[in-house]
């Protein structure tokens, strides 16, 4: 697998909305389930959304069902993550993971990922 490089983060105000991307360098990126994670200052990593390697499934966590939209482009090894409606309580480093599609576990299983980026920040004040 190749190596995950976010960006998009940044500061916005409550109720904005940012769109986050994942770039993969690999060759792999359309046989990966793909994924979204986000740790909040002082908090353990939690999990946003995930999308099948053919983008035909997404799933998403409580907290952003109906705000996000998990969606990817394999043509350019591309996952983006749009957060609308955006609250304080989104504040957090926001993370993208791979895995293999063929490794079973639930998708917001964080050990069953091999792979993950760096992290962009994203700060939302009230």
């Known amino acids: 697998q190749g190596k995950l490089v976010e960006s998009g983060g940044g500061s916005v105000q409550a109720g904005g909305s940012l769109r986050l991307s994942c770039a993969d360098s690999?060759?792999?990126?359309?046989?990966?389930?793909m994924a979204w994670f986000r740790q909040p200052p002082g908090k353990e990593r939690e999990r946003v959304a995930g999308?099948?390697?053919?983008?035909?499934?997404?799933w998403y966590g409580d907290s952003v069902k109906g705000r996000f939209i998990i969606s990817r482009d394999n043509a350019k090894n591309m996952m983006y993550l749009q957060m609308n409606a955006l609250k304080p309580e989104d504040t957090a480093m926001y993370f993208c993971?791979?895995?293999?599609?063929?490794?079973?576990?639930?998708?917001?299983?964080?050990?069953?990922?091999?792979?993950w980026g760096q992290g962009t920040q994203v700060t939302v004040s009230s």
């Open positions: 993971a791979a895995r293999p599609s063929w490794r079973g576990g639930a998708w917001f299983e964080i050990g069953t990922y091999d792979t």
């Open positions: 690999g060759a792999t990126f359309s046989a990966n389930f």
């Open positions: 999308i099948h390697n053919e983008g035909s499934s997404t």
